[in-house]
């Protein structure tokens, strides 16, 4: 095929880049069995042959012994003889002419494949794209071949499923040796950490806390924190003696400061154990008032957003925080070739377990099974829709580039020896065909 420059701009094409020879294109193919392929067609040549020159003999034998007066069957044999001549050397002819010019004689219509290399390139890859790549035959054959039902059943197995869960694993396992730390932790570090210090805090916060308050998801809060309030009331005796005894004047006796201690320390308990029991308590009215403001302000009141800003400020300087992306990134490797190494491990079971939890809902559950399988054939029928031509010009592109010499003997080499047949075959059918045809000549004149 010739080779055109592209169209526009000024630049002369590139000269044609050297075509690989038909042996690189199948750069590891079995010589063993390259060599056993051509002593099969050497010996098929000489099989066919023969019947050549076997033909040829009883010709010329037939034609000497009627020219001394041989008897009339004589006359059969030499013209089947003759017939199966003419036939081994059309077919001969013709098989010969697909790979080469006969006797090297560059006879028109001869050595096809050599000549026509391109276009038969072109002929396979449309019969490819017409006959296996039409939507249609994709439907019948993935429908036929019920992939979701048989996939199902295969993965529904304890052992398929765990050899699935290996392999995932192995395939985890170099992902993440692939993976440079550096790399990963600074997209962890762009993509969570500093996106997280990007926005201001005041305002989601404030509309969080706005929306639990509305659901009154406070008084959980509140109650957990009336509930420790009382009890730690029931132990603060000794700390309210100690402080009174430390404030109290130098002059006061010592009964008075306990008498005081012991007052307030009922006092507080009596407080918080009404704060604990009544959720209707005007301390919790006006921890829900103040909660509802901070709310507020958190949302709209500027001083307050500083301070939140100021406050996440000081949280993303931390050592723990500037280093959370390369923290948790050797935390997560760790555990994951950890635990793809090990059979036993929870990753790995439950990698099996949910192959095979999807198994069992694919091989039980007709609907399910109809469903990937629409899926399935509508995705094939998308690809070869969209990508069948350019997937066939991988047949075209490839026969183009090899050279035509050596695919000319390759092919002949894969398919020449079933040829011969056709060389006995006519040998055969000839000679047939020219006892029939000399019999009836014999009978009607």
């Not at 010996?43 to 066919?48: G, P, S, T, Y």
């Not at 017409?130 to 036929?144: C, G, H, I, T, Y």
Request: charged share 30%; net charge negative; hydrophobic share 45%.
């Amino acid at each position: 095929m010739a080779h055109r420059p592209k169209p526009g701009g000024g630049r002369l094409a590139e000269p044609p880049a050297p075509k690989p020879s038909f042996a690189e294109a199948l750069a590891g193919a079995d010589s063993e069995a390259d060599a056993e392929r051509r002593r099969g067609l050497r010996r098929m040549k000489v099989v066919a042959l023969s019947f050549l020159v076997g033909a040829t003999v009883i010709f010329l034998l037939c034609t000497w012994a009627q020219s001394h007066g041989a008897p009339g069957w004589v006359g059969y044999v030499r013209a089947a003889a003759e017939a199966g001549m003419v036939g081994a050397l059309a077919d001969w002819f013709a098989v010969t002419a697909l790979f080469k010019h006969p006797l090297g004689i560059p006879i028109p219509h001869t050595a096809i494949i050599k000549r026509k290399k391109d276009q038969l390139g072109e002929g396979l890859g449309t019969f490819v794209r017409e006959n296996f790549m039409s939507p249609q035959v994709v439907e019948a054959k993935l429908r036929d071949a019920e992939v979701a039902g048989r996939l199902g059943k295969w993965l529904s197995e304890r052992t398929h499923a765990e050899r699935v869960a290996s392999e995932a694993s192995n395939v985890l396992r170099v992902g993440v040796e692939m993976l440079r730390d550096e790399d990963v932790q600074h997209v962890l570090d762009r993509m969570i950490v500093k996106r997280i210090a990007e926005p201001q805090w005041g305002p989601p916060v404030g509309r969080v806390l706005a929306t639990l308050l509305a659901e009154r998801r406070q008084e959980a809060l509140l109650q957990l924190l009336a509930d420790r309030a009382f009890q730690w009331s029931l132990n603060a005796g000794p700390v309210i003696e100690r402080v009174v005894e430390r404030d109290s004047p130098t002059w006061s006796p010592r009964w008075v400061d306990h008498l005081v201690g012991d007052r307030i320390h009922r006092e507080l308990m009596d407080f918080t154990d009404k704060v604990r029991r009544n959720p209707d308590h005007e301390l919790r009215r006006s921890a829900t008032r103040f909660l509802f403001e901070f709310a507020d302000d958190l949302q709209h009141d500027d001083a307050t957003i500083q301070r939140a800003e100021n406050v996440k400020e000081q949280i993303m300087a931390r050592d723990e925080v500037a280093r959370a992306a390369e923290t948790a990134w050797s935390a997560a490797k760790r555990i994951i070739l950890e635990s793809v190494d090990d059979p036993s491990s929870a990753l790995r079971t439950r990698i099996a377990d949910s192959v095979m939890h999807i198994g069992e809902s694919l091989r039980d559950d007709v609907e399910l099974r109809d469903k990937v399988d629409n899926w399935i054939i509508r995705a094939a029928q998308h690809l070869v829709s969209e990508y069948g031509a350019e997937i066939t010009t991988i047949i075209t592109d490839t026969i183009e580039r090899w050279d035509a010499d050596e695919a000319s003997r390759r092919i002949e080499l894969h398919v020449g020896r079933d040829l011969q047949f056709i060389r006995i075959n006519g040998t055969v059918v000839g000679a047939l065909a020219g006892l029939i045809i000399y019999s009836i000549a014999q009978l009607l004149f």
